[in-house]
C-alpha cells in the first residue's frame, strides 16, 4: 500500500471511533449546561461567520459607500423573513 492509502485508511479509522465514542458510551454523558446553550446558538454564529464578510467586504475591505446592491438586498431579505 502506498501513502495515500493509508492516510485514507487512517481517516477512516479515526472518523470512526471519533464518532463511534459518543454512539456506544456505557452511561448517560452529561453536557455542561453552558455547552449546551452554545450549541444551540452555533448554526447561527456559523451562518454570520459565513454571510457577514461577504457582504460588508470588498476584496478584503471594508465597502466604500452605502450604495453597495448587497445592503438593499440584505435589508430585502431580512424584511422578508
Known sequence: MNEVSWTILGLGVVTLVARG????????LR?????????????????????VPEIA????ELLGTWRDA???????AT???
Open 31 to 51: 453536557v455542561p449546561e453552558r455547552l449546551e446553550r452554545a450549541l444551540q446558538v452555533a448554526p447561527l454564529a456559523a451562518l454570520v461567520a459565513v454571510l
Open 21 to 28: 465514542f459518543f454512539l456506544f458510551p456505557e452511561r448517560a
Open 57 to 60: 467586504l470588498v476584496q478584503g
Open 70 to 76: 448587497r445592503l438593499p438586498a440584505v435589508a430585502a
Open 79 to 81: 424584511a422578508w423573513y
